[in-house]
């Protein structure tokens, strides 16, 4: 058996696998699906988040810049009325996530690869036995997945979805769409990288065909866009209460998604799931100084989560007004875009690095 094992072979199960490879560690990664890059259901899929490229590269000691791309157009659509955003002004970036060669999965797959990480595909742990006759100080990455939240006893919501895909020209990409509607009490996006355009809509609660179609149609008026074949799903989020991200469970090390390394407001988790990776490692044989790191990663985790089940409470037409007001000043304020960086887990790692 290899000396460290780590489950997941998501964003922050490669990271933590190259951190403990790089120490000079034997690291086995078990892997449910044939291949990285998740679910087939979720993914490949254009995706953004805010990153501080350098500052990224100093805390992890991986430089990501080839693995993402700059934002051409990114917009929000409030009940109708379209406004510009500055992507610029929250450092954000475009990812690909999935299998194919240009998503951040594979980028990262190769660079564990080059650092002698081996990988056991087809893999799956998903019972609490399994996870209980794994060695102590295992790393579980299981992402969003049901089992791994069941088997650990983490607490979680059950968020609802719709997705669609197509293939697009990639002159036409790098774009992001945030719409905000009466057909979804949480938001929904379109986005596009690499030649893929993608739509998402989904809530924290039961989602009908009814709201996909008022989404479809806001997509058509706003952007002319059409996607022909939807597929829906459910998974957990880690949202079901403030005190949800953790580090440890019994004797194992989380990370990602089940270590509850996401904003909770609108459930951005990439920059999270990379960071968390990090801190994985340090757990291995720092568990002090990992949580310390840990506890940074996530300090704004309890005010993302009160402010959104304080929006959620709210009807449609006091959120609209609200957010008509807040994003048309939103991104003019550094003062603003300076809070909008630092909700991200794990932005405040990278900066102090």
Not at 55 to 81: C, H, L, N, Q
Not at 156 to 185: P, Q
Not at 312 to 330: E, K, S, T
Request: hydrophobic share 45%; with cysteine; net charge negative.
């Amino acid at each position: 058996m290899a000396e460290n094992i780590v489950v997941g072979a998501g964003l922050s199960g490669l990271v933590a696998a190259v951190n403990l490879a790089r120490e000079g560690r034997e690291v086995l990664v078990l892997e449910k699906e044939n291949r990285v890059g998740g679910s087939p259901l979720y993914h490949p899929s254009p995706e953004w988040t805010p990153v501080d490229l350098a500052a990224f590269s100093r805390y992890e000691g991986i430089d990501i810049s080839s693995a993402v791309a700059p934002f051409k157009t990114g917009r929000v659509v409030v009940y109708g009325e379209m406004i510009p955003i500055d992507m610029d002004a929250i450092s954000s970036y475009m990812i690909e996530r999935g299998p194919r060669k240009s998503s951040l999965d594979t980028y990262l797959y190769e660079l564990a690869l080059a650092e002698g990480v081996k990988f056991e595909f087809g893999h799956p742990v998903t019972s609490s036995h399994d996870f209980a006759v794994l060695p102590p100080d295992t790393i579980i990455s299981t992402g969003l997945y049901f089992e791994g939240f069941d088997a650990l006893n983490v607490p979680y919501l059950t968020s609802f979805h719709f997705v669609a895909r197509k293939t697009i020209d990639e002159t036409e990409g790098n774009h992001v769409t945030i719409y905000h509607g009466g057909f979804t009490r949480d938001y929904s996006y379109t986005s596009s990288v690499n030649g893929i355009a993608f739509a998402h809509v989904f809530q924290r609660s039961p989602l009908g065909r009814g709201a996909l179609e008022a989404f479809k149609e806001q997509v058509f008026i706003s952007e002319g866009l059409e996607f022909e074949s939807w597929e829906h799903f459910t998974f957990p989020v880690p949202a079901a209460s403030a005190k949800n991200p953790r580090l440890f469970a019994g004797n194992k090390i989380l990370a990602g998604t089940l270590a509850g390394c996401m904003e909770s407001y609108m459930f951005f988790g990439m920059l999270g799931a990379l960071v968390s990776g990090k801190i994985a490692a340090i757990a291995v044989s720092d568990k002090a100084r990992a949580l310390e790191e840990f506890e940074l990663a996530t300090a704004r985790f309890r005010a993302a989560y009160v402010l959104r089940r304080t929006a959620n409470m709210l009807p449609h037409a006091v959120q609209r007004h609200a957010l008509q007001f807040a994003l048309g000043r939103a991104f003019d304020s550094p003062s603003v875009a300076k809070t909008v960086r630092e909700s991200m887990p794990g932005w405040l790692n990278c900066k102090r690095a």
